[in-house]
C-alpha cells in the first residue's frame, strides 16, 4: 500500500460506507460471486484513503502490496514507452488485483487525476481472504488473466 506522502487521509471503513462497499464490490468481478455475509467478511480489512489531485497510487515495477476500489474520483494508468494511457477509472472500478494474484511487480503507473477516495486491501489481508475461499481465487485468477490479455493487445 502506498504510503507516501500524497495521501491526505487514511481511516478505517465509516458505516455510512459499508452499504456502497456492498453494493460497489458485488459489482467487482471477483467478488460479485460472494454473498453479503461474505462481503461482510472483507469490509473489516479495507482503509478509505483520500488522495490529492495528481498523486501516485501504484508506480509501474513496484511491488504489488494492495489493490483498490474507487469510492469517488478518477485515476489515469500509464505504462512506459506508451503514448495514451492505458485506462481512466472513475467511481466503482477496480485495479491493482493483477499484482496481488500473481506476485508481479506493478504492471502500470496509477495517477489520480482530481482529488479521489478508495478503498484499499492490503496483501497480506487479501492473501487471508482468498486462502478461505478458493473459489474466489479460481474466480479473481480468471478475471486477471482476462485483463492481461487485453492488456497485451492494447
Given at each position: 500500500m502506498n504510503t507516501g506522502s500524497s495521501?491526505?487521509?487514511?481511516?478505517?471503513?465509516?458505516s455510512e460506507e459499508i452499504s456502497w462497499i456492498e453494493e460497489g464490490m458485488r459489482?467487482?468481478?471477483?467478488?460479485s460471486t460472494?454473498?453479503?455475509?461474505?462481503?461482510?467478511?472483507?469490509?473489516?480489512?479495507?482503509?478509505?484513503?483520500?488522495?490529492?489531485?495528481?498523486?501516485?497510487?501504484?508506480?509501474?515495477?513496484?511491488?504489488?502490496d494492495a489493490m483498490y476500489l474507487i469510492y469517488h474520483g478518477g485515476v489515469v494508468i500509464t505504462k512506459k514507452g506508451w503514448?495514451?494511457?492505458?485506462?481512466?477509472?472513475?467511481?466503482?472500478?477496480?485495479?491493482g488485483e493483477m499484482a496481488l494474484l500473481f506476485g508481479e511487480p506493478r504492471s502500470a503507473t496509477v495517477a489520480t487525476d482530481e482529488e479521489t477516495e478508495v478503498f484499499c486491501l492490503a496483501a497480506e489481508d487479501f492473501r487471508r481472504i482468498v486462502a478461505r475461499s478458493p473459489d474466489m481465487t479460481l474466480t479473481l485468477r480468471?478475471?486477471?488473466e482476462t485483463r492481461r490479455r487485453e492488456l497485451a493487445q492494447s
Open positions: 495521501i491526505l487521509d487514511a481511516r478505517p471503513v465509516a459489482g467487482v468481478g471477483f467478488f460472494l454473498a453479503r455475509a461474505q462481503l461482510r467478511e472483507v469490509l473489516p480489512y479495507m482503509l478509505m484513503l483520500r488522495y490529492a489531485k495528481g498523486a501516485l497510487i501504484c508506480v509501474e515495477g513496484d511491488p504489488g503514448r495514451e494511457p492505458v485506462a481512466r477509472l472513475k467511481d466503482g472500478d477496480f485495479f480468471a478475471l486477471a
